[in-house]
């Protein structure tokens, strides 16, 4: 998906419209991640570029998508551009110190099986 979106089109309300932009983009990323993913492949990955404009668009994470159409209503843009490209994605292991730091982090609060509290 590669496509400017209008924040201001005469005759729909502006918070309905940015409804509609959102809903418009996470439901191409659902249809996308609905493919079947290609043999060695474990899932769909998007590269993500979002700018005012074609030209100044950069890359930015997934996640950040609907922070950055929101950051861009704050700041009153006009319109804005998003590119989403899926791309076959192969997971890799963490580092064994980068587990061992989300498995403490994430551990047990230290209580005992024995305390019913």
């Not at 590269?47 to 668009?57: I, N, P, R, S, W």
């Not at 609907?66 to 551009?81: G, L, M, P, S």
Request: glycine fraction near 4%; charged fraction near 35%; proline fraction near 3%.
């Amino acid at each position: 998906m590669k496509k400017t979106f209008q924040l201001q089109v005469e005759g729909k309300h502006p918070d309905r419209l940015l409804e509609a932009i959102k809903h418009e983009i996470r439901k191409y990323l659902k249809r996308e991640r609905r493919r079947d993913v290609p043999a060695g492949a474990d899932f769909w990955d998007f590269d993500c570029k979002f700018g005012l404009t074609e030209d100044t668009a950069e890359v930015v994470h997934l996640a950040n998508v609907i922070t950055c159409i929101d950051n861009a209503v704050a700041n009153q843009a006009k319109q804005f551009y998003v590119e989403l490209l899926a791309k076959p994605g192969v997971r890799t292991k963490r580092p064994t110190s980068e587990a061992l730091e989300q498995q403490e982090r994430h551990a047990f609060d230290g209580l005992d099986d024995n305390h019913n509290d």
